[in-house]
């Protein structure tokens, strides 16, 4: 077919061309690395630990930013909702002390009614 390309001499191809040493060198060289890059595409693809790990950590991210949209809505919608109840209640029990001081004996009543009845 052709010359011995080691030697440094042309190499004559199927179609009657002569190829330059370095020119397939180079074709040597590009399809090595094309190689190369196919084993490692393959080998990504079979590894299936990793691709469970990216898939978990994308799962994680997604909950953690979620988890971090939802916390900001409720803290937008209720910023003064639990301290301004706790006030409002402490302002009206320093207003009206005697119903409170009846609830108050009411619901003790009857926790000690509960509890000693069983």
Do not use: C, W
Not at 47 to 74: F, M, N, P, S, W
Not at 109 to 118: E, F, Q
């Amino acid at each position: 077919m052709g010359e011995d390309a080691r030697a440094g001499r042309a190499q004559v191809t199927d179609e009657g061309t002569t190829r330059d040493p370095q020119e397939i060198r180079r074709d040597i060289e590009y399809t090595r690395e094309d190689l190369g890059d196919t084993v490692e595409a393959l080998a990504q693809k079979t590894d299936l630990r990793t691709q469970t790990q990216r898939k978990i950590a994308g799962v994680r991210q997604t909950i953690d930013a979620k988890r971090d949209e939802l916390v900001g809505k409720a803290r937008d919608a209720t910023p003064d909702g639990a301290g301004s109840a706790a006030g409002t209640v402490q302002h009206k029990a320093r207003e009206n002390p005697v119903p409170v001081a009846i609830a108050g004996a009411f619901a003790a009543g009857l926790i000690l009614g509960r509890i000693t009845h069983r």
